[in-house]
């Protein structure tokens, strides 16, 4: 998992308190595939907070060489965007039955 982007998108009449996106590729190159694997995204705000946290799964369905595969996810924000001071992205551990790529 590389190439990172997480986006908070400024609110508008459909959306009140704003939008998130979240981008990466997978390879799985030089690892494993298979198995689940999740991606912890927390919104923090002053001092830390934790506003909110998404788990979105981590796509494990093969292994992608020339690059990798981007993966995409994003919805309304349920805080307003002007509370959000950082925002940290961790993968978890793959867990389950994996393969070698």
């Not at 927390?42 to 292994?63: I, M, V, W, Y």
């Not at 924000?77 to 393969?99: C, D, F």
Request: charged residues 15%.
């Amino acid at each position: 998992m590389w190439d990172i982007h997480v986006s908070l998108i400024p609110p508008d009449a459909a959306h009140p308190n704003g939008r998130w996106t979240a981008t990466w590729l997978y390879t799985g190159s030089g690892g494993s595939w298979k198995g689940s694997q999740y991606v912890t995204i927390k919104f923090l705000g002053q001092n830390g907070a934790d506003l909110h946290t998404e788990t979105p799964s981590l796509a494990r369905d093969g292994c992608h060489y020339g690059g990798g595969v981007r993966q995409n996810f994003g919805g309304d924000l349920p805080v307003p965007m002007s509370s959000i001071e950082n925002v940290t992205v961790e993968p978890s551990i793959a867990e389950g039955r994996t393969g070698p790529c």
